[in-house]
């Protein structure tokens, strides 16, 4: 149930983020696109970029979790994922983006999808093994 807790917790940045656009599309008054208003495209992309990768991330941890991964190991890929969109959503939301956000927000993303897919491949090697 290690994996339910960040699903919960990143969900409510789900919203959070979403909130984000919606604030935008009403303060510039668009309702489809973007309308050219950067701040309003950063907003969407952050989202996107969210959305796009965190139901992934937590489909191979819950897998990683069901094959018989360590509460420690889901909590440190956890909190990375949390760290890393964090920092992923802080960096795309500004005008001026500093990259660094946004490289270590990804970076930290992709180290959780390819730990816990290689969590699943050992797991389950070792299980064929086995039996």
């Known amino acids: 149930m290690t994996t339910a807790l960040y699903a919960g917790i990143l969900a ?7 909130i984000r656009v919606i604030n935008r599309r009403n303060q510039y008054q668009v309702a ?14 952050v989202q996107a970029n969210f959305a796009e990768y965190v ?3 937590l489909l191979l ?9 360590a509460a ?3 909590h440190i890929l956890g909190v990375a994922l949390l760290v890393g969109r964090l920092s992923h959503a802080y960096g795309v939301s500004q ?4 990259l660094k956000y946004r490289v270590f927000g990804m970076i930290l993303t992709f180290a959780v999808l390819l730990l ?9 090697g070792s299980r064929a093994l086995l039996s």
């Open 61 to 69: 941890m819950f897998l990683a979790e069901y094959s018989g991964l």
């Open 116 to 124: 816990a897919a290689l969590a699943i491949f050992m797991l389950y």
């Open 72 to 74: 420690v190991y889901l």
């Open 55 to 57: 139901p992934f991330a």
């Open 95 to 98: 005008q001026q983006e500093p």
């Open 32 to 45: 489809i696109g973007s309308d050219g208003q950067i701040l309003l495209e950063r907003a969407i992309r």
């Open 12 to 18: 409510i940045l789900f919203i959070v983020l979403s």
